[in-house]
């Protein structure tokens, strides 16, 4: 009945993305990461999936499942250590792995991606085994389990890890079209996927200042947090003269995502594409984006953000990524502190995100492109009298991006 029911969904969902229509007569739902395991299987592929909800690993040999293990560890996502959900392939394998962030040996260990590893029961120097209910993003298993999914992995195999599925609470009913003058726009409830107002949603435009939530996803999820960079001049060279940013001074990874986030600090960004090289930054924000089904998809600058494109369909599974991935990355938009703040819990900042007052605003940013207009990514949380609602409200070519979703807004409280 479950495997009916996930092809039905398919189904509504191709259906509906032929389609451009502003109001969906039927529900389109955007499909969650366990859509992945319905082409892996059918490509009768060898894989290794990660049900995050259900704190399962399991191996599929040819498309058909072959043995299941139970997770002992994976990531809080409420502070940086979330696992990483999406498409990610074996990068490496170690007998014994060893992590400098946590100085543990990890036996058995599959890298998969980032910082981010499949292992057995890790164990200090001394031989003492690390024992937590939490993992810094890795998936930990029992050493006779990790053994086998260390046999069975072989090099560029995919590893598809499954966050949150689409929930299957009653659907959002949707009367009264509206009208919005915005070239392309999406609203779509993040929990269940249902698409609810859509224009365009499939054309890729500018992503403007929007880039700065994947690069802030990529450099978070690829450095190590407790890293310092010092600001040099070729930083701030004169087209980004800083107001924030001091030359000679060390700031760590998430100080820099203040700036970045809150003011648009473009100099911020640069600094932080420094442990890696902006080359490589760029090459990993791209598999990153294919990764996280954000399919079309076009990174290329840092300097010039309005070469960078996307669909506003891409950009929700962005704000899902980061929703149920990487929260704290929202939490600084809105100007909250988190861990690893440091010196920013004292500098005052001025939050150009339009939202960040508001209650029920839950995270986002905002943009403007010369020659296209005002664009932005907001998420917020709206109840009604059965249940709240996760609701993501993507505006890209707008003169009036506050106007047009406080319309929104008013219309869905209708």
């Given at each position: 009945m479950?495997?009916?029911?996930?092809?039905?969904?398919?189904?509504?969902a191709?259906?509906?993305?032929?389609?451009?229509?502003?109001?969906?007569?039927?529900?389109l739902?955007?499909?969650?990461?366990s859509f992945?395991?319905?082409?892996?299987?059918?490509?009768?592929?060898?894989?290794?999936?990660?049900?995050?909800?259900?704190?399962?690993?399991s191996?599929f040999?040819e498309g058909?499942p072959?043995e299941?293990?139970?997770?002992?560890?994976?990531?809080?996502?409420?502070?940086?250590?979330?696992?990483?959900?999406?498409?990610?392939?074996?990068?490496?394998?170690?007998?014994?792995?060893?992590s400098?962030?946590?100085n543990?040996?990890m036996?058995?260990?599959?890298?998969?991606y980032?910082?981010?590893?499949?292992h057995?029961?890790?164990?200090y120097?001394?031989?003492?085994?690390?024992k937590?209910?939490?993992?810094g993003?890795?998936?930990r298993l029992?050493?006779?389990?990790?053994?086998?999914?260390f046999?069975?992995?072989?090099?560029?195999?995919?590893?598809?890890v499954i966050?949150?599925?689409?929930?299957d609470?009653?659907?959002?009913?949707?009367?009264?079209?509206?009208s919005?003058?915005?070239k392309?726009?999406?609203?779509?409830?993040?929990d269940?996927g249902q698409?609810?107002?859509?224009k365009?949603?499939l054309?890729?435009?500018?992503?403007g200042?929007?880039?700065?939530?994947?690069?802030?996803?990529?450099v978070?999820?690829?450095?190590?947090?407790r890293?310092?960079?010092?600001?040099t001049?070729a930083?701030?060279y004169?087209?980004?003269?800083?107001?924030?940013?001091k030359?000679?001074?060390?700031?760590?990874?998430?100080?820099?995502l203040?700036?970045?986030?809150?003011g648009?600090?473009?100099?911020?960004?640069?600094?932080?594409?420094?442990?890696?090289?902006?080359?490589?930054?760029?090459?990993l924000i791209q598999?990153?984006?294919?990764?996280?089904?954000?399919?079309?998809?076009e990174?290329?600058s840092?300097?010039?953000?309005?070469?960078?494109?996307?669909?506003?369909k891409?950009?929700?599974?962005?704000?899902?990524?980061?929703?149920?991935?990487?929260?704290?990355?929202?939490?600084?938009?809105?100007?909250?502190?988190?861990n690893?703040?440091?010196?920013?819990?004292?500098i005052?900042?001025?939050n150009q995100n339009i939202?960040s007052?508001?209650e029920?605003?839950?995270g986002?940013?905002?943009?403007?492109?010369?020659?296209?207009g005002q664009?932005?990514?907001?998420?917020f949380?709206?109840?009604?009298?059965?249940?709240?609602?996760?609701i993501?409200?993507?505006?890209?070519?707008?003169?009036d991006?506050?106007?047009e979703?406080?319309?929104?807004?008013?219309?869905?409280?209708?």
């Amino acid at each position: 009945m479950w495997s009916l029911l996930k092809l039905l969904i398919a189904g509504l969902a191709f259906i509906n993305i032929l389609g451009e229509s502003h109001l969906s007569t039927h529900p389109l739902i955007l499909p969650d990461f366990s859509f992945k395991e319905e082409a892996l299987i059918k490509e009768k592929q060898d894989f290794i999936e990660i049900n995050l909800e259900e704190n399962k690993l399991s191996l599929f040999k040819e498309g058909a499942p072959k043995e299941t293990f139970d997770i002992l560890a994976k990531g809080n996502p409420d502070i940086w250590g979330g696992t990483p959900a999406g498409v990610y392939y074996v990068l490496a394998k170690y007998k014994i792995g060893y992590s400098n962030i946590s100085n543990v040996y990890m036996p058995y260990s599959v890298h998969f991606y980032g910082k981010y590893y499949i292992h057995g029961e890790p164990y200090y120097k001394n031989g003492k085994r690390l024992k937590s209910s939490f993992s810094g993003g890795c998936i930990r298993l029992d050493n006779p389990s990790a053994k086998k999914v260390f046999d069975f992995a072989k090099k560029n195999m995919p590893v598809l890890v499954i966050d949150q599925k689409n929930k299957d609470s009653a659907l959002l009913q949707i009367s009264n079209p509206i009208s919005l003058s915005a070239k392309s726009y999406l609203v779509a409830d993040l929990d269940s996927g249902q698409v609810i107002l859509k224009k365009s949603y499939l054309t890729t435009y500018p992503m403007g200042e929007l880039s700065y939530l994947l690069v802030a996803s990529v450099v978070a999820e690829n450095v190590d947090l407790r890293k310092k960079v010092e600001i040099t001049k070729a930083i701030l060279y004169k087209e980004r003269r800083s107001q924030i940013l001091k030359k000679g001074q060390k700031y760590g990874v998430v100080e820099l995502l203040y700036p970045m986030l809150i003011g648009s600090s473009k100099e911020a960004m640069i600094a932080l594409t420094y442990f890696l090289g902006q080359d490589k930054t760029k090459a990993l924000i791209q598999k990153k984006a294919k990764a996280i089904m954000m399919e079309n998809t076009e990174f290329v600058s840092f300097e010039n953000l309005s070469q960078n494109k996307a669909s506003a369909k891409d950009l929700f599974y962005l704000a899902r990524y980061i929703l149920f991935n990487r929260p704290p990355l929202f939490d600084i938009t809105k100007g909250e502190l988190v861990n690893f703040a440091g010196q920013f819990k004292d500098i005052k900042l001025t939050n150009q995100n339009i939202f960040s007052k508001r209650e029920d605003f839950i995270g986002g940013k905002a943009g403007f492109v010369p020659d296209f207009g005002q664009i932005g990514l907001f998420v917020f949380n709206l109840k009604d009298s059965q249940r709240s609602h996760r609701i993501v409200i993507i505006i890209l070519g707008a003169e009036d991006i506050k106007n047009e979703v406080e319309k929104i807004l008013n219309w869905l409280k209708q």
